[in-house]
Structure formats: structure tokens, C-alpha cells
């Protein structure tokens, strides 16, 4: 740390020569320019000049009346042209302007306070006036040991507060909140029950305690929490911690689209209290999982097709899938592209996952596949459980299911599954 020190004082040292060297150095220089040089090239013209009119009068060229008029004038000219000249230039003094010290003293003082506010801010001053721990982890210890006081310390504000004031009811739940937060549940459900006794029935109270009981049963959903989930929805289907918890569940048991369902409808909601940035990330995160999950699952040759043998029951959607001659001139210098054919329910309460899907290389086009039970993703997500589906044939940029920037796709919308109609799909257009 002191050649840490050291290092940052020859720095700001250096930093102030360079301010105040030119203001030291500087001196008032004074330049004489001197014309006189001029004043002898008009004098030599003059006499050359002079010369030529005294040679012409001599000659006979001009009068004894005209020659005296020209020397008048010659004279004359010159001294004009020394007049002017004394006054342009003759001797000129420039005198250099100095710098006032008023600026090296604001760079200084700008400089010093600047570096001592960033330093201030960033810096490490502060553990130069405490002793250095012994390691790095115990000071981590120590944090996490404040922040524990300091929890301790607000329950006990929050407990005196509701003793002085037993009909507060944000005490109580902040109470609540707080003895999540240290895994005192049984006692957060007290809390928000006193709320519930000062305030009456709410979704957000419920859901509250649904919180609560599903922390206190180990991150499941028993009949406890079931029952305050049920209640809280009963209230208002949009309550912002019910969905959130249940999202959150189905996240971590890799329901995803059920996860994505719930923190969407809070977020559509639009709370003012709810950090929607977090949820947007968390959304994001779960239909990134989805993608992959049915990109896994198309890898493995569809284990759904591979268990169904009755590829006669229910649907059977005919695709004719075939690409446009641009678009396969474009594709031709290059290696062979992976094509996802599949249809996706129409309807959004469905969600996102592919009822059926088929995947080939751009070389086997122009195809003919039967989308059916059979080319299912999930035993939960088959084309059988829907009315209507889109259809779509892409040919991945990148090899991933989705439709993303630079695909080739074609798309048929809101094609009922019973149709015995074949349906055709050219790849003609690119996904911006």
C-alpha cells in the first residue's frame, strides 16, 4: 500500500511541473523587426528612376517644364513610401503575452481536489487507518456479520413499533418480511396474519403467506401453500408475489413455460413496486432453457416419436416444404444448413413449445413430412391438444430451433390440425 502512495504523489508531482513549467520558464521576449531594408530598396529605386528622367531630358525627350514636374513627383513618391512605411513597420516591437498565474493556481487546485474526490470514492484510503485482516475471507465474515446486526436491529425497531402501535399494519408486515428473510416462518405468518386482522382479506397478503409456508416446507408446494395460492388468485389472478412464486417453483423444476406464464402476467400487470427488469431477465432466461431443452430433444431424434407407434390416430398435418431458387444459390457455396419443420399452438395460452417438429438438412429439400403425435417434443405438448397451429419450415443460420436474424423461413398461420388439405411452404424470405 505506501508504493501504492508513492506511486500516486510522483504522478500528481509530475502533473504540476507540467502546469507551472511554462509559466516559470516564460519571458516577456521582445522582437524588433526592423524595415530599414525597405527603405534603401525605395531609395534605389528612386535614383534609378531619377536616372532615367535626366537621361530623357538630356535627350531632348522632355521639356525643362516636365522634367521638373517628374523629379516633383518622384520626390514626392518617396517620401510618401517612407512615411508609410515608418508607420506599417519600421521598427515594430512585439512584446509576447504572458500567461497570468491566476491558471497555473486553478489547474493546481482543480487537480488536487479532483484526485482527492476519486481517490475519495474508488480508492483505498480508508484500510490504511484499520488494521489489515488476516485474510480477505474473514473481512467477508465480517460483512456478512453487519449486515446480520443490522437485520437484527430493524426487527427489533419493527417489534417495539408494533408493541407502541399493535393496529400499525405496515410494521406488521415488514415484521413479516424481515423474518423470511432471517427463516423465522412461523413467525412471518403471525405477522401477516396480524396484518390480515388490521386490514381484512387481500391477494397480496395471501400470497404473502403463501411465501412464507412454501420457504417453511422446504421449497414445496404442500396444501398450506396451495391453499393461500388458491385464495390469493381467487382475489386478483394478476397478484404480483403469487405469480412470482409460482414462476419461480416451476423454474427450478424446469417448467418453463409455466415459469414464463406467471412472471409474464406480472409484468403485463405493470406494478409500480415490481422490479420488471428482473422478471424481463428471468423470462428471457426460461425461453432460452425451452430452446435449448427442444433443441436437445430434436438431437436425440425425438423420443416422443420414437415411443408412439400409432402414427394413424388423431392429426395428420401434410407439409410440402421446398426453397426458392435465390435463396438456394446463396446457400449452395456453403455447407449444408440444418431445417426445422414445425408447428407451434396458434393459440398463446399454449404456450411457445413445438407440438410437433421435424428436423433435416437444407440438401434434402424439396420434401414432403406428416406432422402427427408421433414428431411431438413432450407427451405434454402434442399436436393432438390444439385446434389450430402455425407452421413454419427455417433453415438456421446458427443450427438452433428458433427464428432468429439471417434464418430463411416460410410460415403458414392458423391452420386448423384436422385439415386434410396438403399444406405447401416455400423458403423464399429472410428474417431481418
Known amino acids: 500500500m505506501p508504493e501504492l502512495i508513492i506511486l500516486i504523489v510522483a504522478f500528481l508531482l509530475l502533473i504540476l511541473v507540467v502546469i507551472w513549467w511554462h509559466f516559470i ?24 528612376h531619377k536616372a532615367e528622367i535626366e537621361n530623357d531630358f538630356k535627350q531632348g525627350s522632355i521639356d525643362d517644364e516636365n522634367y ?42 482543480f487537480v488536487l481536489i479532483f484526485s482527492f474526490v476519486m481517490y475519495n470514492h474508488n480508492g483505498a484510503y480508508k484500510q490504511l487507518s484499520q488494521p489489515l485482516s488476516s485474510n480477505q475471507h474473514a473481512g467477508a465474515e ?25 393496529d400499525n399494519s405496515d410494521a406488521w408486515y415488514g415484521l413479516g418480511q424481515a423474518f423470511i428473510n432471517i427463516g423465522e416462518f412461523n413467525k412471518a405468518i403471525e ?11 387481500s391477494a397480496e397478503l395471501y400470497g404473502a403467506k403463501a411465501q412464507a409456508y412454501y420457504y417453511k416446507d422446504n421449497q414445496t ?26 414462476g419461480m417453483h416451476n423454474f427450478m423444476n424446469q417448467n418453463y413455460e409455466v415459469a414464463i406464464k406467471h412472471w409474464e402476467t406480472v409484468i403485463n400487470a405493470g406494478k409500480p413496486n415490481v422490479n420488471t427488469q428482473a422478471l424481463s431477465e428471468a423470462v428471457a432466461e426460461a425461453k432460452n432453457r425451452l430452446l435449448q431443452a427442444a433443441n436437445g430433444q430434436m438431437e436425440q431424434g425425438n423420443p416422443a416419436q420414437i415411443n408412439n407407434d400409432q402414427t394413424d390416430i388423431g392429426p395428420q398435418l401434410t407439409v410440402n416444404v421446398d426453397i426458392s431458387e ?28 413445438p407440438v410437433a417438429a421435424v428436423k433435416m438438412k437444407a440438401s434434402d429439400l ?26 413454419y419450415a427455417v433453415i438456421s443460420a446458427s443450427g438452433s430451433v428458433g427464428v432468429k436474424s439471417g434464418d430463411f423461413k416460410a410460415e403458414r398461420l392458423n391452420t386448423d390440425v384436422l385439415s386434410t388439405e396438403p399444406v405447401s411452404l416455400l423458403i423464399d424470405t429472410i428474417v431481418p
Open 25 to 48: 520558464k516564460q519571458n516577456n521576449k521582445v522582437t524588433i523587426v526592423d524595415n530599414t531594408q525597405r527603405d534603401d530598396t525605395n531609395v534605389r529605386l528612386y535614383h534609378e
Open 68 to 109: 521638373q514636374y517628374l523629379i516633383a513627383e518622384l520626390d514626392k513618391s518617396l517620401l510618401q513610401d517612407i512615411e508609410e512605411n515608418k508607420k506599417a513597420s519600421a521598427e515594430e516591437v512585439i512584446e509576447s503575452k504572458t500567461i497570468s498565474v491566476i491558471w497555473p493556481i486553478i489547474l493546481t487546485v
Open 142 to 166: 465480517m460483512s456478512e456479520q453487519d449486515q446480520a446486526q443490522q437485520m437484527i436491529a430493524q426487527i427489533k425497531s419493527l417489534i417495539d413499533l408494533t408493541v407502541n402501535e399493535p
Open 191 to 201: 405477522s401477516f396474519d396480524q396484518v390480515i386482522r388490521i386490514e381484512g382479506e
Open 221 to 246: 408446494i404442500s396444501s398450506d401453500v396451495q391453499e393461500f395460492i388458491d385464495k390469493a388468485l381467487a382475489l386478483n389472478p394478476a397478484d404480483a408475489s403469487t405469480n412470482i412464486l409460482i
Open 326 to 353: 435465390n435463396i438456394k444459390q446463396q446457400l449452395i457455396q456453403g455447407e449444408d444448413k440444418v431445417v426445422f419443420i414445425y408447428a407451434v399452438s396458434s393459440d398463446a395460452k399454449h404456450g411457445r413449445m
Open 366 to 391: 424439396p420434401v414432403t413430412v406428416v406432422l402427427n403425435d408421433s414428431k411431438a417434443m413432450s407427451p405434454q405438448a402434442k399436436i393432438s391438444d390444439v385446434p389450430a397451429v402455425n407452421i
